[in-house]
Each structure stands twice: as structure tokens, then as C-alpha cells.
């Protein structure tokens, strides 16, 4: 054992794998270790050596892709009640040990536990809802002109890969794997090898409510290794990713080639635009959540605060006397409002883009341009001053780092909300409700607020417009990217013409 941290986080897992001396992938109803080359985790509070385990490579692909197909006709063959009926077990299963999931998932990713255990319910809430669509998604009747009854039938894709990044382990895998086992697919989950500990506890509970064994194949490893076998094995029909855009064209490159259909869940660089006439109170706390509520490692952050002109400096002194007020501290801290970085590379790219920002003539008005001296803490830090020119201004910095940028009119603030790759996000607080309707309608993103912030919802569609991906999550727009539609023909004529081509 190396240290406290691996000691802990192998600990916090034997709550649920008792006889694990390590992880490992979660395949056919078993946790199999991996004989790749060895992944060395780190503790984001300490920045010191955590826990190491070998990554599962092309091998475990192989097990897992034939798990999940035996499973997934198991799967298919039961009804769709009784699908629906398994998935609210995983959520009682999930609610009866939220608070052991949580902590794993803090000691694992470094986020703070309030977080995590409000993200184990939302995950909950997820195989409740798509439980309940389990029954309630079919195909229709279409009146055609001629003497067939045709009908759709929306069936399952198969087994589908999900690829998943690290910000929100737990939450990201049962936004994607609840509405595919809904629709009846099997899964193989690729979470990012930096925080796979609470995904392997999904699949394990998953079983455990009655799923088949090899419904759910969490595999622990490494994208180029294991996510880039599982998209060229003949077993996979669908791409789900969430990630980086640089990433996520690799993988659409990769299925392309295997004609598999994608869809992209990536970054963000969401604009929170604030008028003058707004309630600027509630504005300035919502704008501190917006950007720094998980460190910033969110991608729908507001982390362009576009602010009229006439309150600009006052509205950014609020949020700057605000964000040095937060609470960053160890993340199993209760009081923790924002923890560490997850990990040594994001840590460098974020003091790196504060850096940059000052260097381009940005105003540091919170926050430090210093390294913390143990672990990847960052302290919430506010830029002012800053042009949409600027790299802190375009590039994706996903930490707890606002660029605040004036405007004077609100052709202005539309111009520069839009002059950027990405769509993912964005806000208006204004009391004019016009404004707020007419710029909610010109800003693109796929979300969008009017007097608030960050509020989603498993109920509610979900992705990016542009270089932020394409397909949707969420809602029952997620059912039509995790099923296929067949238009099955009937003849009912008693003498059907038979005709050479078309009918
Ligand atoms: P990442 O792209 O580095 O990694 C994501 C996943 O892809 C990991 O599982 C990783 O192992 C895998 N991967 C890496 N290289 C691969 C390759 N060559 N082939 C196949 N798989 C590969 O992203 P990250 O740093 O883990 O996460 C941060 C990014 O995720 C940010 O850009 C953030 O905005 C984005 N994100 C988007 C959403 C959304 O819903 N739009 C949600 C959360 C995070």
C-alpha cells in the first residue's frame, strides 16, 4: 500500500467490492483486473502518489463485448415493465448507500462531499425517470395509401460505448447509462481512468437490483487503449462521449470508420450576460455559482460574465469580495464549498490561463496567480478588464476562473456571447422580460437561462450547439439517440397487387 489516500479510497471501494486489493474493470458481473501498463492516481488534496491499478486494455474489451451481448438479448427478451421495474431497484439501491458512494466518489475525485451526495441523488432521480419510460416510448401507426398497416417499432441500438470524463464521475454515468438500459441496449462504460471508482459501483448495484449480469461492463483504462478497442469492436453500435471537443474528434473519427453513429457531449465557454436593470444581488451569487461551484470544472461554467458598462466595476467588485469569501478546503470537509483540482495537468492549464490573462493586460481582482504548496487548490479568481480577444476569453479553462468582460449595448453583448466555437450555455439577468426573450432566442447554445444559473434537469434536453458537440441528453430526446427505428409493412388486402418496384 502506498500511502493514506490509496489506503482510504481502497477502503471507501471495499465497501462495496470487499475482497478488492485493487480496482479493475466491472465485466460480466465480476471486477477483473487489468494487465496493461500500471495507472498511477494521485490525491488532489495532497498531490501526493494515491492509489495504482493496470489498465484493462484490448483484452477486457473482448470479455465485456461479449458479456454485454449475451446480456443485452436477456435484456431485450424481458417486458418493458419489467425493465422498468429493475431500474427503480438501482435507484433504491443508489438512495440506501448514498452517503458510502458519495464519499468514494470525493475521495476518488477530490470534489467536495456536499456535491457529491447531491449528485448520487440526482443520479438516482435519472433510473427513476428513464425507469418510467421504460413502458411508455413506442413506435406509431402511420396512415399510409395503401392497403398495408404500417407501423415503427424503436428498438434498442445494441450495445452502446459511453466514454466519460472526469468533473462529474457519478452523475455523467447514470445520465448516460439510464436512458440506454431503458430502451433496452447493454453498455460497456469507459469513465475517465482518473475517477472510475463510483461507475464500477453502478454496474455492481445495478446487478445486484436484478439487471443481468453483463448489462453494465465498467471499463477501468485508458482511452487510447480501451475506448479506441472498444469503437472498432464489431459488438459496439453507438458512440456516447463526454469530454474534451479535442477528444471528441478522435473518437468521431474512429467511428466513422465503422460508420457507428456519435453523439458528442463537449466543452464550453458559456456567457452569463448581466444589464444594468438586473436584480443584481441575486445576479452576483448566481454569477459566483455559475463559475466557481466545482472549481470551475463544469462544462456549462459561466465563465464569461459579460456586464453592462454603467455597473460594471460594481458588479464586479461584488463578485470579487464573493469569491474570497468561498470556502475552499479538503473535500470530505462538510464546510467545503469548493475543493481541489482534480488532477496535476488541469491544475498547470488553469495557472497557466490566470497567468496568461494578467500578462494580456487582465486585472487579477480575486485570486492568485501562485501555485498552492500542497495539492491542486485554486483560489476562485476573477479577471477583469478583459477583452473577447483575449485566450482567457476563448479557450476552455474549466476551473474556478471568470473572465469579466463590459459591453454597452445589447447588440454588443449578443455579439460577443456568440463570438466563440462553442454553444453550450449561457444566461441574461435583466427585469425587462422582451430583452430576456429576445436574447435568449439569439444567444446559440443548446441551455439556456433567464435569471438564473446552472439549474438542469434529467427531465429536460441537454447539449451543444457547435464546436459543443452535437445529439442531445436528457429528457426523451436521449430515447431517440438510444434506439433505432424500424417501419415494419403489412399487407391486409385480401388481393394485394403485386407490382415490379415501388408500390
Ligand atoms: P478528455 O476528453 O480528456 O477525456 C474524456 C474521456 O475520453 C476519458 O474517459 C478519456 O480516457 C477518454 N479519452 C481520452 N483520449 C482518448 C482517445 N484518444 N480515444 C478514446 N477515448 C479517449 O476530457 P476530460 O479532461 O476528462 O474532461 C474535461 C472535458 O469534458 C471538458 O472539455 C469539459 O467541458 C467536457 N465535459 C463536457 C460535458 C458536456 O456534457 N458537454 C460534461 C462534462 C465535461
Known amino acids: 500500500m502506498e500511502n493514506n489516500a490509496a489506503e482510504n479510497l481502497l477502503a471507501a471501494f471495499a465497501h462495496f467490492f470487499p475482497n478488492a486489493k485493487t480496482i479493475g474493470s466491472f465485466v460480466d458481473g465480476d471486477l477483473v483486473e487489468g494487465t496493461g501498463e500500471l495507472i498511477q492516481l494521485y490525491d488532489a488534496a495532497t498531490g501526493k502518489p494515491s492509489l495504482a491499478y493496470k489498465d484493462g486494455g484490448a483484452a477486457v474489451v473482448e470479455l465485456a463485448a461479449d458479456a454485454a451481448q449475451r446480456a443485452q438479448k436477456q435484456w431485450w427478451a424481458l417486458t418493458h415493465a419489467a425493465r422498468g421495474r429493475v431500474m427503480f431497484?438501482?435507484?433504491?439501491?443508489?438512495?440506501?448507500?448514498?452517503?458510502?458512494?458519495?464519499?468514494?466518489?470525493?475521495?476518488?475525485?477530490?470534489?467536495?462531499?456536499?456535491?457529491?451526495?447531491?449528485?448520487?441523488?440526482?443520479?438516482?432521480?435519472?433510473?427513476?425517470?428513464?425507469?418510467g419510460w421504460a413502458d411508455k416510448f413506442y413506435g406509431d401507426v402511420i396512415p399510409v395509401p395503401t392497403s398495408h398497416l404500417n407501423y415503427t417499432r424503436r428498438e434498442p441500438a445494441g450495445t452502446v460505448l459511453q466514454i466519460t470524463p472526469w468533473n462529474a464521475p457519478v452523475f455523467t454515468c447514470g445520465w448516460q447509462v439510464a436512458p440506454a438500459i431503458s430502451m433496452g441496449n447493454a453498455v460497456l462504460l469507459k469513465p475517465s481512468e482518473l475517477t472510475p471508482f463510483t461507475s464500477l459501483v453502478v454496474g455492481l448495484l445495478a446487478e445486484k437490483a436484478g439487471a443481468p449480469k453483463g448489462l453494465i461492463n465498467v471499463l477501468a483504462g485508458l482511452g487510447q487503449t480501451?475506448?479506441?478497442?472498444?469503437?472498432?469492436?464489431?459488438?459496439?453500435?453507438?458512440?456516447?462521449?463526454?469530454?474534451?471537443?479535442?477528444?471528441?474528434?478522435?473518437?468521431?473519427?474512429?467511428?466513422?470508420?465503422?460508420?457507428?453513429?456519435?453523439?458528442?457531449?463537449?466543452?464550453?465557454?458559456?456567457?452569463?450576460?448581466?444589464?444594468?436593470?438586473?436584480?443584481?444581488?441575486?445576479?452576483?451569487?448566481?454569477?459566483?455559482?455559475?463559475?466557481?461551484?466545482?472549481?470551475?470544472?463544469?462544462?456549462?461554467?459561466?465563465?464569461?460574465?459579460?456586464?453592462?458598462?454603467?455597473?460594471?466595476?460594481?458588479?464586479?467588485?461584488?463578485?470579487?469580495?464573493?469569491?474570497?469569501?468561498?470556502?475552499?478546503?479538503?473535500?470530505?470537509?462538510?464546510?467545503?464549498?469548493?475543493?481541489?483540482?482534480?488532477?496535476?495537468?488541469?491544475?498547470?492549464?488553469?495557472?497557466?490561463?490566470?497567468?496568461?490573462?494578467?500578462?494580456?493586460?487582465?486585472?487579477?481582482?480575486?485570486?492568485?496567480?501562485?501555485?498552492?504548496?500542497?495539492?491542486?487548490?485554486?483560489?476562485?479568481?476573477?479577471?477583469?478588464?478583459?477583452t473577447n480577444e483575449m485566450d482567457v476569453a476563448r479557450t476552455e479553462i474549466f476551473g474556478p476562473v471568470v473572465a469579466a468582460i463590459p459591453f454597452d449595448t445589447e447588440e454588443e453583448a449578443l455579439n460577443i456571447a456568440n463570438d466563440t466555437e462553442f454553444g453550450l450555455a449561457g444566461a441574461v439577468w435583466t427585469n425587462d422580460v422582451g430583452r430576456a426573450h429576445r436574447v435568449a432566442g439569439q444567444v446559440n447554445a443548446g441551455t439556456f437561462w433567464v435569471n438564473g444559473y446552472k439549474t438542469i434537469n434529467v427531465a429536460s434536453p441537454f447539449g451543444g450547439y457547435g464546436l459543443s458537440g452535437y445529439g442531445r441528453s436528457s429528457g426523451v430526446e436521449a430515447l431517440y439517440e438510444y434506439t433505432q427505428t424500424k417501419s415494419v409493412w403489412v399487407e391486409t388486402a385480401s388481393e394485394p397487387a403485386t407490382t415490379f418496384g415501388y408500390l
Open 89 to 131: 431497484e438501482i435507484a433504491r439501491e443508489l438512495r440506501k448507500d448514498t452517503e458510502s458512494i458519495a464519499r468514494l466518489e470525493s475521495l476518488g475525485s477530490g470534489k467536495p462531499i456536499r456535491d457529491c451526495r447531491g449528485e448520487v441523488a440526482k443520479v438516482a432521480e435519472m433510473f427513476e425517470y428513464y425507469g
Open 226 to 386: 480501451v475506448a479506441q478497442a472498444a469503437i472498432a469492436h464489431k459488438v459496439v453500435k453507438k458512440v456516447v462521449f463526454v469530454g474534451s471537443p479535442a477528444t471528441g474528434v478522435r473518437i468521431a473519427e474512429a467511428a466513422a470508420k465503422r460508420v457507428l453513429p456519435c453523439v458528442l457531449e463537449l466543452g464550453g465557454k458559456s456567457a452569463n450576460i448581466i444589464f444594468a436593470d438586473a436584480d443584481l444581488k441575486r445576479a452576483a451569487l448566481t454569477a459566483q455559482a455559475a463559475i466557481f461551484a466545482g472549481a470551475g470544472q463544469s462544462c456549462v461554467a459561466g465563465s464569461r460574465l459579460l456586464v453592462q458598462r454603467s455597473i460594471y466595476d460594481e458588479f464586479v467588485g461584488m463578485i470579487a469580495t464573493g469569491a474570497k469569501k468561498i470556502r475552499v478546503g479538503a473535500p470530505l470537509d462538510d464546510a467545503t464549498e469548493v475543493g481541489p483540482i482534480n488532477n496535476r495537468t488541469q491544475y498547470d492549464h488553469i495557472m497557466k490561463m490566470i497567468a496568461s490573462g494578467v500578462q494580456a493586460g487582465a486585472t487579477l481582482a480575486a485570486g492568485s496567480a501562485e501555485r498552492s504548496s500542497g495539492g491542486y487548490f485554486v483560489s476562485p479568481a476573477v479577471l477583469s478588464n478583459v
